[in-house]
């Protein structure tokens, strides 16, 4: 399940899908899935707030296996992984995080993030430094 249709969410969707996967994406915004979505995306669109268990519930929280927050909000995307991990027991799931200290902090609740911020700087580095100081960089990725 991908909560959020936009340039992320939509490839991340389409990906998966045509590798055989069966997903599920949620957005708010019917447009979303027109602007962003092949026609032809073999998936499940729910239209609604993700932050509403009913729609969660609508999209099948209960039977899946990964549930992936991507939408612009972190305070939204975090809460959406907060009720997808404890309330209906999801395996997996991951949150889209923008704010580095925000991403930690949650990280230490146990709460599985992706923070772009640190992952576009650590990319930045390594296309400015030409490579040059690898092992400092892959240590700094562990640590965040």
Do not use: Y
Not at 40 to 61: H, Q, S, Y
Not at 83 to 109: M, Q, T
């Amino acid at each position: 399940m991908i909560v959020g249709c936009g340039r992320v969410g939509s490839t991340v969707a389409m990906t998966l899908a045509r590798e055989g996967h069966q997903v599920t994406i949620v957005d708010h915004e019917a447009r979303s899935f027109q602007r962003r979505l092949d026609p032809e995306f073999p998936g499940t669109k729910i239209l609604g707030n993700a932050m509403d268990e009913d729609v969660l519930i609508r999209a099948g929280v209960e039977q899946a296996d990964v549930l992936v927050t991507l939408t612009n909000g972190d305070n939204r995307n975090i809460m959406i992984a907060q009720v997808a991990r404890e309330k209906f027991r999801v395996p997996l799931v991951l949150a889209r995080i923008v704010d580095s200290l925000r991403a930690a902090a949650f990280r230490e609740l146990g709460i599985e993030t992706v923070d772009q911020t640190s992952i576009m700087t650590n990319h930045m580095r390594r296309a400015i430094l030409g490579g040059a100081n690898d092992e400092a960089l892959a240590e700094a990725s562990v640590r965040e």
